[in-house]
């Protein structure tokens, strides 16, 4: 089995930062393609960022040049970097494994972008 703890999210002003972290835990050889969703009320769930086990990265157009993911494999945790927060960047954010067969999603942090 393996488990995702979300961390990191909060209230910030627009125009501020945060960085959300990912820990997995578990049993597996070795972090495979990791993600960040996000789900505002009322919307489905939508990619915001992945990145493969070699470093590659795709990211939504919508927070293209303002959000960084990235990975520390040793600590088997991923991170988003957010920076230029908007009202709209405001979700719940959820990471995701994907193994090749099972995917596994964390429990989710809140990001609310308000004055």
């Known amino acids: 089995q393996v488990q995702l703890v979300e961390s990191g999210g909060g209230l910030v002003q627009p125009g501020g930062s945060l960085r959300l972290s990912c820990v997995v835990s578990?049993?597996?050889?070795?972090?495979?393609?990791m993600a960040w969703y996000r789900q505002a009320p009322g919307k489905q769930r939508e990619l915001v960022a992945s990145?493969?086990?070699?470093?590659?990265?795709n990211y939504a157009d919508s927070v293209k040049g303002r959000f960084t993911i990235s990975r520390d494999n040793a600590k088997n945790t991923v991170y988003l970097q957010m920076n230029s927060l908007k009202p709209e960047d405001t979700a719940v954010y959820y990471c995701?494994?994907?193994?090749?067969?099972?995917?596994?999603w964390g429990q989710g942090t809140q990001v609310t972008v308000s004055s």
């Open positions: 995701n494994a994907k193994f090749i067969g099972p995917s596994y």
């Open positions: 578990g049993s597996f050889f070795r972090l495979p393609i």
């Open positions: 990145i493969t086990g070699g470093g590659n990265t």
